[in-house]
């Protein structure tokens, strides 16, 4: 079983930059994809990005586009989250998770390992 911790939230004026961590530990697979969600209060959970384990495939949310990369250390076990030029509206808790979708990378569904999530705020 796989477990998931993210580290490296914070609080940041807009327009500056973090970048989120996720440590994955425990039998991981090539065939895992790994993404990070987020959810604001009172809304649902988002898809932000994903990336395949191998790392040859990424895709994004169209709202982070530009702004964010996904980027995997196999050696490290982690997936990064770099934000640049980040915004008020994506002040949320940021959650990563690991799975084998089958579907829709972008479907919190296909994947059923999560981790305990990390608090980003942006300030205006």
């Known amino acids: 079983q796989v477990q998931l911790a993210e580290t490296g939230g914070g609080l940041v004026q807009a327009g500056g930059s973090l970048r989120l961590s996720c440590t994955a530990s425990?039998?991981?697979?090539?065939?895992?994809?790994v993404a990070w969600f987020r959810q604001a209060p009172g809304k649902q959970r988002e898809f932000v990005a994903a990336?395949?384990?191998?790392?040859?495939?990424?895709i994004y949310a169209d709202s982070v586009k530009g702004r964010f990369t996904v980027v995997g250390d196999n050696a490290k076990n982690t997936v990064d989250l770099q934000m640049n030029s980040l915004k008020p509206d994506d002040t949320a808790v940021y959650y990563c998770?690991?799975?084998?979708?089958?579907?829709?990378?972008?479907?919190?569904?296909?994947?059923?390992?999560w981790g305990q999530g990390t608090q980003v705020t942006v300030s205006s």
């Open positions: 998770a690991a799975g084998s979708p089958r579907d829709s990378f972008r479907s919190a569904s296909q994947y059923d390992v």
């Open positions: 425990g039998r991981t697979s090539s065939r895992y994809a």
């Open positions: 990336i395949t384990w191998s790392g040859t495939s990424t």
